[in-house]
T-cell receptor, first 113, second 109 residues
Framework: DGGITQSPKYLFRKEGQNVTLSCEQN?????MYWYRQDPGQGLRLIYY???????QKGDIAEGYSVSREKKESFPLTVTSAQKNPTAFYLC????????????FGSGTRLTVV | KNEVEQSPQNLTAQEGEFITINCSYS?????LHWLQQHPGGGIVSLFM???GKKKHGRLIATINIQEKHSSLHITASHPRDSAVYIC???????????FGKGTLLTVNP
């Protein structure tokens, strides 16, 4: 079945370390997105990409980096510059036809220890 | 003021009750989405609306573009409906979504 795979589900990181969250989709979707979710807040957009080798900053991109070398993969790196990285991270994808919706992954919960 | 406001924030119901969750938005949109998030965190897309009404099983979603308001209804609620329900709006051509904070629904047996 087609879908989005995020790994790992839980991740612990020491302060000062970079960490990369994986997001893979086999839906042949053009666009991919990374969102951050904090308690009591709506999801906020970190980065998005509508085509291979191109991506755009979202509302809270500082301290994060992404790459889009393949259509099916959109990894997110949380760098040591991110001041408050503990959060739940969700990846999503969509095709660019507005008649269709979004598909979300199951998320990665990152905890800085 | 947030662009997307949901009410109520929390909702507790007895099994079998009819449930309504509301979403108001303040900007012009291309589409409105209703999403469901279970305790494990994964999100499932329930509906995408740009006008009128959609029905899927016991779930009904309506939207009033003039009033900038949408409702999600659940008929004959069941404990397995317990989840966070999230409203999100898309605008423009870049397909970015703006999310509400969610409504936590608990259905007791």
């Amino acid at each position: 079945d087609g879908g989005i795979t995020q790994s790992p589900k839980y991740l612990f990181r020491k302060e000062g370390q970079n960490v990369t969250l994986s997001c893979e989709q086999n839906l042949n979707h053009d666009a991919m997105y990374w969102y951050r979710q904090d308690p009591g807040q709506g999801l906020r957009l970190i980065y998005y990409s509508q085509i291979v080798n191109d991506f755009q900053k979202g509302d809270i991109a500082e301290g994060y980096s992404v790459s889009r070398e393949k259509k099916e993969s959109f990894p997110l790196t949380v760098t040591s510059a991110q001041k408050n990285p503990t959060a739940f991270y969700l990846c999503a994808s969509s095709i660019l036809d507005r008649r269709h919706g979004y598909t979300f992954g199951s998320g990665t919960r990152l905890t800085v220890v | 003021k947030n662009e997307v406001e949901q009410s109520p924030q929390n909702l507790t119901a007895q099994e079998g009750e009819f449930i309504t969750i509301n979403c108001s938005y303040s900007v012009g949109i291309s589409a409105l989405h209703w999403l469901q998030q279970h305790p494990g965190g994964g999100i499932v897309s329930l509906f995408m609306l740009s006008s009128g009404k959609k029905k899927h099983g016991r779930l009904i979603a309506t939207i009033n573009i003039q009033e900038k308001h949408s409702s999600l209804h659940i008929t004959a609620s069941h404990p397995r409906d317990s989840a966070v329900y999230i409203c999100a709006v898309g605008k423009g051509s870049n397909y970015k979504l703006t999310f509400g904070k969610g409504t936590l629904l608990t259905v007791n047996p």
